[in-house]
């Protein structure tokens, strides 16, 4: 029976109380609130710590989805099931749908957080991915105020991130550009799985022709990927098949992938050119046709 070392069991009522908490407790202590990924490692014993402190009393301070002009903020402790059923965030950002159709079951999208996944830091991770597309920006506060990072200065390496040891993510700050949209498409063992390969795509039109575009690919390197080449290789000409095979190609090309049990490294540069394909195509299809109601994202 796999159970974890003992650990102590704090409960905090406000951001502020949890950030003392981290304060005084250092390094043996670890933020939970869905807790699907840390507690298995924890029974696992490839995690260990002295203390566990619950956020999950705070989703009424973390948990929103808001649309501003400019930007949509999300706080950390916004549940997957949340993600899933907002139609202002499907509205601006349909991959979050996409992705959030294809993350674990309904126990864990009901519990777990878009917080808690992107600290994971797992490079399978799905959020990750989506945010890195997004171009999203993270805000971590802590004993000495907030201070705001991007996905590539939040993420350290594998399962690492920027979020001190007394600090905490509250918001993910996602900016709203006109003429665009998004798309994420993922292949994987069965439902719910971790992902063999996955990949976001947004695009930004004007006039017809490709203004901007980012990709972001997961489960092929050590950290969640994105592909500055596909930017510089798409902007400024007309969306077309052989624009998303030449994205495609730049993809497998820069994807570093390793041969598991999910599949040898050839396989996943294969799936990162043709996810990639796809994810544009998706993401160019809906701008062109317009918005989607609730019952068809």
């Keep these: 029976m ?22 005084r407790l250092g390094s043996t202590a670890r933020l939970v609130a869905g807790g699907h990924s840390l507690l298995p490692m924890m029974k696992l014993r490839l995690a260990n710590f002295e203390y566990l402190i619950d956020i999950n009393d705070l989703h009424g301070e973390l948990g929103y989805v808001t649309v501003e002009p400019g930007q949509v903020r999300v706080g950390a402790l916004t549940r997957h099931r949340e993600l899933l059923e907002s139609a202002e965030l499907a509205e601006a950002f349909p991959i979050f749908r996409d992705a959030e159709k294809v993350i674990a079951d309904p126990v864990v999208r009901n519990r777990g957080t878009i917080g808690g996944s992107l600290c994971q830091a797992d490079p399978s991770e799905d959020l990750s991915a989506v945010c890195t597309t997004l171009d999203a920006s993270c805000v971590i506060r802590g004993p000495s105020g907030e201070r705001v990072v991007t996905m590539d200065e939040f993420y350290r390496g594998p399962y690492e991130t920027a979020v001190g040891e007394d600090e905490i993510l509250i918001e993910i700050r996602l900016p709203i550009r006109p003429g665009g949209s998004s798309a994420y498409h993922k292949v994987e063992r069965r439902a719910g799985d971790w992902a063999v ?67 040898s490294a050839e396989y996943k540069r294969h799936l990162a050119d043709e996810l990639t394909q796809r994810a544009l195509r998706t993401a160019v299809d809906r701008i062109n046709s317009g918005p989607r109601s609730l019952e068809e994202s």
Excluded: H, K
């Design 197 to 263: 390969v996955s990949a976001g795509a947004a695009v930004w039109l004007e006039d017809g022709v490709i203004s901007d575009a980012r990709v972001g690919l997961a489960a092929v390197g050590p950290n969640t990927t994105g592909i500055p080449a596909i930017s510089e290789a798409l902007r400024g000409s007309p969306p077309s098949e052989d624009l998303y095979r030449r994205a495609g190609e730049i993809a497998a090309a820069s994807c570093d992938p390793v041969t598991d049990m999910r599949g």
């Design 2 to 23: 796999q159970v974890p070392a003992p650990f102590e069991y704090e409960r905090a009522t406000s951001v502020d109380q949890a950030i003392g908490l981290l304060e």
